[in-house]
């Protein structure tokens, strides 16, 4: 399993086409990284390994789903580590919106027919405790559908869970958050 998760976020970075250059850049790193960490998918890696993250939309309300994540204190998408069942990033993706959104089921990756990244993020974060040094989140950004009339359900995983308007996030929104939603809206039309 570890090689095939491995080998699937070499082959989803290779052929994202980056919409500009520092995304680019960004993309060639996460690649410089897996190319020398066989690792580098996993938590256990320092000082830096990739996540999988999702953005929740409400297309037809023109919503998102955000988390009030209980470490950070911001409003952030729903996402996080890799785990040993995931087969790829657009899976481990949907497995964590799936969980921390607490909707069971008709989420789904977009595009439908070949889910790609969507943006792409780097942060400093202290995953393994306080007591231990910051490592680095190379996130792997994806885009989920929720279906008509998707329930969300708070998980232990955060303090608060809500859908905000594309153009009505809360103060507590987180930059690079922003920037996925303005992404999201211009893919979706």
């Not at 889910?115 to 190379?138: F, I, M, S, W, Y």
Request: charge should be negative; hydrophobic fraction near 40%; charged fraction near 30%.
């Amino acid at each position: 399993m570890t090689d095939r998760l491995h080998k699937d976020a070499v082959r989803a970075l290779r052929s994202w086409n980056a919409p500009d250059l520092d995304q680019d850049l960004l993309r060639r790193d996460y690649l410089d990284h897996l190319r020398t960490r066989e690792d580098g998918v996993w938590r256990s890696c320092r000082p830096a390994h990739i996540t999988a993250s999702a953005l929740v939309v409400d297309v037809e309300r023109g919503r998102v789903l955000l988390t009030l994540h209980p470490k950070v204190g911001r409003w952030l998408q729903l996402g996080g580590h890799c785990e040993p069942e995931d087969s790829t990033l657009a899976a481990a993706a949907l497995r964590e919106a799936v969980e921390e959104s607490g909707i069971e089921a008709g989420l789904a990756l977009f595009p439908a027919d070949d889910p790609a990244p969507v943006r792409l993020d780097r942060h400093a974060v202290r995953c393994a405790g306080k007591d231990q040094p910051e490592n680095t989140h190379l996130d792997v950004q994806y885009l989920v559908v929720a279906p008509a009339g998707a329930r969300e359900q708070i998980s232990e995983e955060s303090l608060d869970l809500r859908w905000f308007g594309f153009d009505a996030l809360p103060e507590l929104t987180d930059g690079s958050v922003r920037e996925l939603v303005a992404r999201a809206q211009k893919l979706l039309g």
